[in-house]
C-alpha cells in the first residue's frame, strides 16, 4: 500500500474515533438530559393535578373529562392519586391504567418518599405528597414521545453527519499526504535518472530545513561520495594497467630487438638482465596490489593480535637489508624499555611489517647513502615510531599529495617505484587506528612519524 493511501487512512481512522466518542458524548447526553427533564415533567404534573383535586376541590369527574379531551390520550401523562392504605381517590382514566399499581408499590413509594423506573418505554414516577395533614401516593405515567422523537432526530443527524464527515476527511487525508509527499514523488523522479554513467547528477535540496531537505542533503552526499569513490576506483584500474604495461611493454621490446638478430653472450644476458629487472618491477606491483587488497580487508576479516613494534621493525629491517644488502638501516631506542606493553599494539604482524618495510624502503630509497634510522619512543597510551633519512626531501607542493594511490613526487626520476608504497603505508595505519604524519625538508630529509595506541 502507498504511504499516501496509509497516511489517509490512519488520519480518518484516529478522526472517525474522535468523531464517535465525540458523537456518542453527545448522543448519550441529550439522552440523559432528556430522561432527567421527563420526571421533572411527570413530578410537576402529578402535584398540579394533586392541588387541582384536593385544593381547588376540582371534581374527578371535570378533571377525567379535561383528561379524555385532550388531544392525544395515549400519549398523554396519566394520574393516579391514593391515600396511603392504597385507596383510589382518582384516576385519569382507569380504564387505560398505564401504571399496574400494587400495595408493593405504594408501600415502597410511602417508603421511599419517591421512587422513578421504566415500564418498556414508558417513565414511572411514584411520590407521596403531604397536603394539610394528610399523605397522599401519587403515580404518574407516560411515554416520551416528543423527546424520543427528537433523539432519533438527534441519532440519525449524527450518524449522516459522522458518515459524510469521514468521507470528507480520507478526501482531506488524501490531498494532505499528496501535498506532503509530494517533495518525496519529486525526488524519486530525479533519483531516477541518476546511473552509473551519470553520477555527477544531484537532486534539488530546496534549501528548506524540514526532513525532506535533510533527506536530499545527505543523499547528495552520499553521492558526492559516491561519485568520488567511483572515480578513484576508474583512476586506479587506469593507473594499475599503465604501471603494468610500462614494464611489460619494455621486457617485450627488449626481448623482441634481441631475438631480431644473432647476438654475442654477454648481449643475450644483458638483455635477460633488463627482462628480469623489468619482471621484478611488474613481481613489486602485484605484491602491493595484493597487500592493498589485503588492508582494504573489512577489519573483522584481518587477525590483530598482540604485538612488539621493535620486533616487527627488527623483521621488517632483515627483510629490507635482505634484499638490498648495500642499505643501512638504524634502530635507536629512545627510552628504556621497561615492560612489554609499553611497545606492544594489537595488530596485524603481515600488514605492519609491509608498512614499516615501506618507510624504511623509501628512506634508503631517496637518500644518497641510502640510510634510514628508525627512533622508537612510547607514551602513556601509544608507541611512536620516527623514520628518518638525510635524502631528497619532499618539496612543500606535492608533500600534501605523496599518501594518494599512484602518486609519485617531485624526486621520482631519484629512485625507481610505483606510487602505491605510502598509500598503502596509510591504509595499514589507519587499520590500526593509528596516525601517520610527515615533516620533510628538501635536500635535507624527511620524517614519517607513526602513532599507534598500546594494545
Ligand atoms: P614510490 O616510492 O613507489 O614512488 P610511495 O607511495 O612510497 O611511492 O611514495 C610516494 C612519493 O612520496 C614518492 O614518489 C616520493 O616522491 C615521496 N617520498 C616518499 N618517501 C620519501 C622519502 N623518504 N624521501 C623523499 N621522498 C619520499
Known sequence: ??????????????????????????????????????????????????????????????????????????????????????????????DIDKVKENSNMIHKIIAEKQIQFYQGKMQVIGLLYQHKNGNYVITAAATDQYGYAKLTNLKYTLIVAFFISIILIYLAGQYLASRALKPVSDMVDEVEEITATNLDLRINEGGGKDEIAELAVTFNAMLNRLEKSFDAQKEFVSNISHELRTPLTAMLAELQLTLGKERQN??????????????????????????????????????????????????????????????????????????????????????????????????????????????????????????????????????????????????????????????????????HQGTITVISELNQGSVFTIELKHA
Do not use: W
Open 266 to 431: 654477454a648481449e643475450y644476458k644483458e638483455s635477460i638482465q633488463h627482462a628480469i629487472s623489468d619482471a621484478q618491477k611488474v613481481v613489486r606491483l602485484s605484491n602491493s596490489l595484493l597487500d592493498m587488497a589485503k588492508a582494504n580487508y573489512d577489519h573483522t576479516e584481518i587477525t590483530f593480535k598482540k604485538l612488539r613494534l621493535d620486533e616487527v621493525l627488527l623483521d621488517a629491517r632483515n627483510d629490507v637489508l635482505h634484499t638490498y644488502p648495500d642499505y643501512k638501516v638504524n634502530i635507536i631506542f629512545e627510552k628504556e624499555i621497561e615492560n612489554d606493553d609499553s611497545i606492544s599494539v594489537k595488530g596485524n604482524e603481515y600488514l605492519l611489517k609491509v608498512a614499516f618495510m615501506n618507510l624504511i624502503e623509501n628512506g634508503c630509497k631517496f637518500s644518497a647513502q641510502h640510510e634510514c634510522t628508525i627512533a622508537i619512543t612510547y607514551h602513556m597510551d601509544h608507541t611512536i615510531l620516527r623514520f628518518q633519512d638525510n635524502g631528497t626531501g619532499i618539496s612543500a607542493d606535492t608533500v600534501s599529495r605523496i599518501f594518494e594511490p599512484f602518486y609519485r613526487g617531485q624526486n621520482q626520476e631519484y629512485a625507481a617505484g610505483n606510487g602505491i608504497g605510502l598509500s598503502l603505508t596509510k591504509k595499514i595505519i589507519n587499520l
Open 1 to 94: 500500500m502507498k504511504i499516501r493511501n496509509k497516511l489517509s487512512l490512519l488520519f480518518t481512522a484516529i478522526i472517525a474515533t474522535l468523531l464517535f466518542v465525540f458523537a456518542m458524548a453527545v448522543y448519550l447526553s441529550y439522552s440523559q438530559n432528556r430522561e432527567d427533564e421527563y420526571y421533572k415533567e411527570l413530578h410537576k404534573i402529578a402535584i398540579t393535578k394533586a392541588n387541582l383535586l384536593l385544593d381547588a376541590k376540582v371534581e374527578p369527574s371535570v378533571l377525567q373529562l379535561i383528561y379524555r379531551n385532550s388531544q392525544n390520550v395515549l400519549f398523554q401523562e396519566e394520574v393516579a392519586i391514593y391515600d396511603t392504605s392504597f385507596h383510589l381517590l382518582y384516576h385519569d382514566a382507569v
